[in-house]
Structures are given as structure tokens and as C-alpha cells.
């Protein structure tokens, strides 16, 4: 009966997936089939863990956060764990052979979230690599099924498509981040006086970060192409809006892509990867 637990720890990942984040459960929809429990696996923990710091306000977030932290690494250890969100985090990490040093990062910049609310440049590029990269190489893990060469290969393409996604969720986020949270995550950017330059300044960086993953994801296996560049896709048209909307609205609105457009994008997606065009 040990195998219903397991399928129940991955139906509870799954649930939060599709709950939280319609683009990422359409990303995952789309990879082969063998590839879904282990990324909403993956998924499903560093949601909690984020949900942890940005809306526990109400409670001990600094100990809930300790607890999460010193629970994940007992289920690691001891290769099970009654929580089925850690439960189906370990089975990955073991299964795909996942760095244990990609989690403690990922904690790390977790708990900069507690304290931290202003980042220089070096702050700022650990806090990417922590929050944002090492969920990208836990992925690439997944998606390279123990293939060392083409994980190493591939590494520096999924760091920079997942500083992408995290520095868009930034702009996107700006006005919960910076009115609920206090939190500043770009350098040398001033909130209260933004500029069209410093959004100019963001918007450059994050186009190079999506310039250099493409050539990344296009060394991916078929497996697991179409889902990366349907993510991609959505996180390209979220970009593009929130690219042509003055540095003022972004501080006042949150920019989504509707529902309408993502099913459209999915069908071009679909049609451009099945006739060989990326």
C-alpha cells in the first residue's frame, strides 16, 4: 500500500500546481507524461516554501519557515516523511540524483525574504540563483534523467531561463512587493521615483537572460522541449505587455496574460514545435 501514499504525496503536488499556477500546470501538461509527477513534485514544494514567506504574515513565519526547512532534510534523509509535499520532493530528489546543495541555496535566499528587504548587486545575484536558478536545475535534473554531460551542457541555460522568470515575476509583483512586503529586489532602483529608465535598465537585463536560454532550450530532449518553450512562451507575452505599459501602472496593477491568450499561444506553440520552426 506504500505505492497509494506515494501516488496520494504526487496527487497533493499536483493539486497545488494546477491551484497556483495555471501557465506552469499547461508547461507541465505539455512535457512527456513520465515527466509530470516529478515536477509538481518540485513544484509543489518551493510553492509552500514561498507561500511561507510571502503570506504567513499572521503567523511565526521565521520558526514555520525553520520547521519546513529542518522537515525537508529529515525526509531527505530518511527517504520518507508523513507531509506529502516534502514526501514527494525527496522521492525526486533521489530518484534524479538532485544536489542537496541546490536546497540549502534555496533556503538561503527563503530566508533572505525574513530579513532582508534591499539588495546590492551581490545580495541580489544570490537571492536569483537561490530563489530562481536551482529551480531550474532541479528541473534540468529531471529532464536529463541522469545524464551528467548534458546536465553540465545545459546547466547555464536553465540558470539564465529561470532568472528570467523570476526577474518578470519582480516587475510583475512590484506593487504587492514593495506595498505589502517592503521589499526592493532590483539594485539601485528607487520605487518611489521609477523611471522609464530604470524599468529600461530591468527590461535589457531580462531580454538577455531570455536571448541566451532559447539557444538552451533548444538543446533540450524532445521530452521535455515543448513544455520548457510553452513556459517560455507565456513568460515571453507577459514580458512584452508589461514592456509597453508606463513605469507607473506596473506600481499600481498587476499584469497578467488572460486565459484566452494563453490557449492561443498553446496552439501556435504546439503547431511550431510539431513542424520543426523554433
Do not use: W
Request: glycine share 4%; aromatic share 16%; net charge neutral.
Amino acid at each position: 500500500m506504500f505505492e497509494l501514499f506515494e501516488q496520494s504525496a504526487f496527487a497533493n503536488s499536483r493539486n497545488i500546481t494546477q491551484l497556483y499556477s495555471t501557465s506552469f500546470s499547461k508547461g507541465i501538461s505539455a512535457l512527456h507524461k513520465k515527466f509530470h509527477d516529478p515536477i509538481y513534485g518540485i513544484y509543489g514544494f518551493v510553492r509552500y516554501a514561498d507561500e511561507i514567506v510571502d503570506t504567513f504574515y499572521q503567523f511565526n513565519q521565521r520558526e514555520l519557515l525553520e520547521e519546513f526547512k529542518s522537515e525537508t532534510f529529515k525526509a531527505i534523509d530518511r527517504k520518507v516523511s508523513l507531509n506529502p509535499v516534502l514526501h514527494a520532493f525527496q522521492s525526486v530528489l533521489h530518484q534524479y540524483q538532485i544536489d542537496v546543495e541546490l536546497v540549502h541555496a534555496f533556503f538561503k535566499s527563503m530566508e533572505m525574504d525574513l530579513y532582508q528587504s534591499n539588495y546590492d548587486n551581490v545580495h541580489f545575484t544570490e537571492y536569483i540563483y537561490g530563489s530562481a536558478e536551482v529551480v531550474g536545475l532541479m528541473c534540468l535534473k529531471v529532464f536529463t534523467e541522469r545524464d551528467e554531460s548534458a546536465y553540465s551542457t545545459l546547466r547555464p541555460f536553465a540558470q539564465r531561463l529561470g532568472a528570467a522568470f523570476q526577474k518578470v515575476n519582480f516587475l510583475r509583483d512590484v506593487k504587492s512587493d514593495f506595498e505589502d512586503r517592503g521589499r526592493i529586489y532590483f539594485p539601485d532602483v528607487d520605487f518611489k521615483a521609477f523611471t522609464k529608465e530604470m524599468k529600461l535598465r530591468i527590461e535589457n537585463e531580462i531580454e538577455e537572460d531570455f536571448s541566451v536560454a532559447y539557444f538552451g532550450i533548444l538543446q533540450l530532449p524532445k521530452s521535455s522541449r515543448f513544455g520548457v518553450y510553452l513556459a517560455y512562451i507565456y513568460y515571453m507575452e507577459l514580458f512584452k505587455q508589461i514592456q509597453q505599459v508606463q513605469p507607473a501602472r506596473i506600481l499600481k496593477e498587476r499584469i497578467s496574460v488572460t486565459q484566452n491568450k494563453k490557449m492561443i499561444l498553446l496552439c501556435e506553440t504546439f503547431l511550431r514545435v510539431k513542424l520543426n520552426l523554433l
